[in-house]
């Protein structure tokens, strides 16, 4: 059966196998509650952005692959307050986001982002 990223997440499971997930208010506190915290689980998406991103994140558990699938961004990484800017503009072009590492982006026009994310201990704060 065929599905959108957008609008149907995959989730990979320690086990290597996939769960599909409805992208839906709430999917994260979901994702937390019906994999025990994420734990071990591994979260594929797609998301749009037509503007900056309003808040930080880090992903203790391990690196986050983050892929330009159209548009253009630039993502910002502070690791101990060192800041990096790394402009993603073709399709393809994708960051290996470190374990750990606070990140945002900038987006100035519809852009489209493919996120392969270890979710456990995903924390935010605002830009």
Partial sequence: MKHDLASTFVVLQPNQRGALVENSPGVFEE?????????????VATFSFDADWTTWERHPAGDELVCLLS??????????????????????????????AWHTARTHVPTNMLFVTPGEGTENKPV
């Fill in 31 to 43: 994702l937390d509650r019906r994999f025990s915290g994420f734990k071990g689980h591994v979260l």
């Fill in 71 to 100: 548009g253009s961004a630039t993502l910002v990484l502070d690791r101990d307050g060192a800041r990096e800017t790394i402009e993603l503009q073709k399709p393809g072009e994708y960051v290996l986001v470190p374990k750990g």
